[in-house]
């Protein structure tokens, strides 16, 4: 308890509190309401700077997610799958209707899997890789048909009628529906050697998943023409989709006591490599762009070097009348927070509607710049009206910018945006605190 003016008590705990609020009226009439001064000139610049910072950050983080995302999904659903089932034994039917009824599981879709050498019109030839599926089974995995961009009966249908291709695939072979495709191969056997063999089947149906790696490099077959071989080119696996991709882990440890189960391999592990190097290409991305909160830290030390600087006669008198230093720095500290919030807050609050619309927004920017163009074109000042497009579609194989937004990278972001600028105001405080305020009013 302490007494105050009056000689009465209050608790120690509500003087603080009247004091901190003291400081931070203090440093909102320096930097906000106060006259406009060369303090809250550089207070504004930073405030502006860390918000330019946070939605290049926001944008440039959101449209690497996208794209990340897009392809993991297609991979996923595609390739890779959840988990990766090899059964012991040759008939893992009964296996896969009880996997289909575990209430984790969305789909199973046993299939077989190599890479062949493609032989389309006039002798073109590709490497690609085969999938051998039944037309029932391709048609139930819903995913699997979302990301070729077709429906489940196109994929159904194409795959009953012979074998399905990227548009990729066509294109480099110059291959169309109804035309026979071969695909060859070979299998070692222990007892006979190397052996060949040879598939030939019309074209059923094309895909066009947007990833020129699925669109060149994917064939699907029936399974019914892996029969046909002596030799299977592959063991059969089963491709196992949860309905929750996080929990792929108590997925795998259900199937502890389940018979039949042989090696199991989750998309974690089957990606690792893939998945490792997205993360360091984020993180390296991510320490880049942060450099623009280095070089907006820097710019607001040196600018509050000389606003303390400027400063140091009110500095003196609060020291005079016994303010502590601790105070005093707690001024400085709290316009550090403030510029970093306000900062965060503005940012924040424009980057995100940006970094979701980005394609949009440039497409209308696009635009503005064609009709520029072509208004100069017309007037006789351009030559020429040049293709704009951000992602031409004779160069890019992509038709838009996908964006994602995710609540921990807003986080990451706004948190190193506030502690910047208050490392940097402390930084430039500490360089005053030892001042003798006698001396400043001295000379003063």
Same mark, same amino acid.
């Given at each position: 308890?302490?007494?105050?003016?009056?000689?009465?008590?209050? *608790?120690?705990?509500?003087?603080?509190?009247? +004091? %901190?609020?003291?400081?931070?009226? !203090?440093?909102? /009439?320096?930097?906000?309401? @106060?006259?406009?001064?060369?303090?809250?000139?550089?207070?504004?610049?930073?405030?502006?700077?860390?918000?330019?910072?946070?939605?290049?950050?926001?944008?440039?983080?959101?449209?690497?997610?996208?794209?990340?995302?897009?392809?993991?999904?297609?991979?996923?659903?595609?390739?890779?799958?959840?988990?990766?089932?090899?059964?012991?034994?040759?008939?893992?039917?009964?296996?896969?209707?009880?996997?289909?009824?575990?209430?984790?599981?969305?789909?199973?879709?046993?299939?077989?899997?190599?890479?062949?050498?493609?032989?389309?019109?006039?002798?073109?030839?590709?490497?690609?890789?085969?999938?051998?599926?039944? *037309?029932?089974?391709?048609?139930?995995?819903? +995913? %699997?048909?979302?990301?070729?961009? !077709?429906?489940? /009966?196109?994929?159904?249908? @194409?795959?009953?009628?012979?074998?399905?291709?990227?548009?990729?695939?066509?294109?480099?072979?110059?291959?169309?529906?109804?035309?026979?495709?071969?695909?060859?191969?070979?299998?070692?056997?222990?007892?006979?050697?190397?052996?060949?063999?040879?598939?030939?089947?019309?074209?059923?149906?094309?895909?066009?998943?947007?990833?020129?790696?699925?669109?060149?490099?994917?064939?699907?077959?029936?399974?019914?023409?892996?029969?046909?071989?002596?030799?299977?080119?592959?063991?059969?696996?089963?491709?196992?989709?949860?309905?929750?991709?996080?929990?792929?882990?108590?997925?795998?440890?259900?199937?502890?006591?389940? *018979?039949?189960?042989?090696?199991?391999?989750?998309?974690?592990?089957?990606?690792?490599?893939?998945?490792?190097?997205?993360?360091?290409?984020?993180?390296?991305?991510f320490i880049l762009v942060s450099i623009i909160f280095a070089v907006v830290a820097i710019n607001i030390h040196y600018a509050m070097r000389r606003n303390i600087a400027r400063k140091s006669r009110e500095l003196a008198i609060l020291a005079a009348i016994g303010t502590d230093?601790?105070?005093?720095?707690?001024?400085?500290?709290?316009?550090?927070?403030?510029?970093?919030?306000?900062?965060a807050l503005g940012g924040i609050g424009i980057g995100i509607p940006l970094a979701k619309n980005i394609d949009h927004v440039i497409n209308f920017a696009v635009g503005i710049a064609e009709a520029v163009v072509s208004f100069l074109y017309r007037v006789g000042i351009a030559?020429?009206v040049p293709d704009l497009s951000l992602f031409s579609p004779t160069i890019f194989y992509i038709e838009s910018i996908p964006s994602r937004v995710y609540a921990s990278d807003i986080g990451f972001i706004a948190f190193f945006a506030i502690l910047f600028p208050a490392l940097?105001?402390?930084?430039?405080?500490?360089?005053?605190?030892?001042?003798?305020?006698?001396?400043?009013?001295?000379?003063?």
């Amino acid at each position: 308890m302490a007494a105050n003016e009056h000689g009465t008590f209050e *608790p120690l705990q509500t003087r603080k509190r009247a +004091g %901190f609020m003291a400081l931070f009226r !203090i440093a909102i /009439r320096w930097t906000i309401t @106060g006259r406009k001064t060369s303090h809250r000139t550089s207070f504004l610049f930073s405030v502006i700077g860390i918000a330019a910072g946070i939605v290049a950050l926001i944008v440039v983080m959101s449209v690497m997610n996208g794209f990340q995302r897009q392809y993991i999904d297609s991979l996923l659903e595609t390739s890779s799958f959840h988990v990766r089932i090899m059964p012991e034994s040759s008939d893992p039917s009964i296996l896969a209707q009880s996997l289909r009824e575990n209430s984790l599981v969305r789909s199973v879709t046993p299939f077989i899997e190599t890479n062949l050498l493609a032989e389309g019109a006039e002798g073109r030839q590709n490497v690609v890789r085969a999938m051998w599926i039944s *037309p029932q089974d391709l048609g139930a995995d819903k +995913g %699997f048909c979302n990301a070729l961009h !077709i429906s489940e /009966r196109a994929a159904e249908d @194409g795959i009953r009628q012979g074998i399905m291709i990227g548009t990729e695939t066509a294109r480099l072979l110059g291959m169309y529906n109804g035309q026979n495709l071969v695909l060859r191969g070979a299998v070692v056997n222990p007892d006979e050697g190397v052996q060949q063999y040879e598939i030939a089947l019309p074209v059923g149906g094309l895909f066009k998943s947007g990833y020129y790696e699925i669109d060149a490099g994917l064939v699907i077959l029936p399974m019914a023409s892996a029969s046909k071989l002596k030799t299977l080119p592959a063991s059969l696996v089963l491709g196992i989709k949860l309905k929750n991709p996080e929990k792929v882990d108590q997925f795998i440890a259900s199937l502890a006591h389940t *018979p039949g189960i042989g090696r199991t391999e989750s998309w974690r592990d089957y990606n690792r490599s893939f998945f490792s190097a997205l993360r360091t290409e984020k993180v390296v991305m991510f320490i880049l762009v942060s450099i623009i909160f280095a070089v907006v830290a820097i710019n607001i030390h040196y600018a509050m070097r000389r606003n303390i600087a400027r400063k140091s006669r009110e500095l003196a008198i609060l020291a005079a009348i016994g303010t502590d230093r601790r105070s005093i720095g707690s001024i400085f500290m709290l316009e550090g927070l403030m510029a970093g919030i306000l900062g965060a807050l503005g940012g924040i609050g424009i980057g995100i509607p940006l970094a979701k619309n980005i394609d949009h927004v440039i497409n209308f920017a696009v635009g503005i710049a064609e009709a520029v163009v072509s208004f100069l074109y017309r007037v006789g000042i351009a030559k020429s009206v040049p293709d704009l497009s951000l992602f031409s579609p004779t160069i890019f194989y992509i038709e838009s910018i996908p964006s994602r937004v995710y609540a921990s990278d807003i986080g990451f972001i706004a948190f190193f945006a506030i502690l910047f600028p208050a490392l940097a105001v402390y930084a430039a405080y500490r360089r005053f605190r030892n001042a003798s305020p006698l001396e400043v009013l001295r000379s003063e």
